[in-house]
């Protein structure tokens, strides 16, 4: 991994240098645009609205349009000058539970690592966080914006997680919540109980989910580039919901059937198992039939044998 960032953590009189790294990616497969007709490049030119020339990268800044519809222009220079307290370092603020902080609140993902010789103040605040069984929240400034983050522990390394701030999470403004509830009877209620222990497991295993259409997209890719012939998924097929609860059992049955397929798909392998380690019997009975084989194989042979003289003498006499 390459550091996109290097500060401090501040915390209290504690100062600890350290690295940030993105800590995800994003696997999404990569299309340009192209020319229909001969898969040509898509071209844009940076054009001014105003004279129509053509603008080089050096001559554009940003722009925040106003209410009016008046332009203000800020220069690299004028971004350059914001007093931004926290552009090389990480200012704890506050600890709290994590379970207060809404998961809506996350952004991105970064690992901390410290430098060497910071290493023992970095293992301090980490083993201390751990052990408080909270997080910690930060301010921290990337790519020219301050952002809000929470600092936490996760696989022996802090990591950090950038948050939004409270104006850029929305509400939800649903009509339905507003009205009187549904009522759901109680035999509804005990049916979702049980779909949702049906499909219920112990931890959250990221590796048995996969990206299906990421793999389907790059197997098409593939395809035509070897020139084969592609073929159209199937459609699946349309079940109209008739009843809540019809739905609801049908789901039950479902997930149980998948279970018992992979339930006895492992059944399966283990008598495999035990049928191969302890069949003596059986073991014999296959032998007497490959020795009565091997008779009956015995006698067709003489007999086919007796024949074939018998011909050849025949033919011999002619």
């Known amino acids: 991994m390459r550091a996109m960032w290097k500060g401090t953590i501040s915390f209290g009189l504690v100062t600890i240098p350290i690295k940030l790294y993105a800590a995800t990616e ?31 990268y050096s001559d554009i800044a940003k722009g925040y349009e106003l209410d009016s519809g008046d332009m203000v222009v800020l220069t690299s220079d004028d971004m350059a000058q914001l007093p931004l307290s926290s552009s090389h370092s990480i200012d704890v603020l506050e600890f709290v539970p994590l379970e207060s902080v809404d998961p809506l609140y996350y952004d991105r ?25 909270k997080v910690a929240i930060v301010k921290i400034a990337l790519r020219q914006r301050e952002s809000l983050a929470l600092l936490r522990v996760t696989s022996d390394v802090l990591v950090l997680q950038t948050m939004l701030w409270p104006d850029e999470v929305r509400t939800a403004d649903f009509g339905f919540l507003d009205e009187a ?29 996969h990206d299906e259409y990421r793999e389907a997209v790059l197997s098409l890719v593939q395809a035509k580039a070897e020139g084969q012939e592609v073929f159209a998924a199937p459609e699946s097929e349309s079940t109209e919901v008739i009843d809540l609860m019809t739905a609801l059992q ?60 018998s011909t050849t003498s025949k033919r011999s006499a002619s």
């Not at 490959?290 to 074939?308: I, Q």
Request: charge should be positive; aromatic fraction near 4%.
């Open 181 to 209: 509830e549904p009522e759901v009877r109680p035999d509804e209620m005990s049916m979702a109980g049980m779909l949702i222990e049906s499909l219920s497991s112990d931890v959250f295993e990221p590796d048995k989910h």
């Open 109 to 133: 993902g970064y690992y901390l690592e410290p430098d060497k010789a910071a290493a023992k103040p970095y293992v301090l605040l980490r083993d201390a966080l751990a052990d408080s069984g």
């Open 250 to 309: 049908a789901s039950v049955d479902s997930a149980a059937s998948a279970s018992s397929g992979k339930s006895g798909a492992s059944r399966k392998s283990s008598n495999g198992g035990r049928a191969a380690s302890g069949g003596q019997k059986s073991t014999r009975k296959s032998g007497s039939k490959s020795s009565s084989g091997s008779k009956d194989s015995k006698a067709k042979s003489s007999s086919t044998s007796k024949r074939t003289k």
């Open 26 to 56: 994003t696997k999404n497969v990569s299309f340009r645009q192209v020319h229909a007709s001969d898969g040509g490049r898509i071209q844009y030119k940076r054009v001014c609205s105003i004279d129509g020339d053509e603008v080089p």
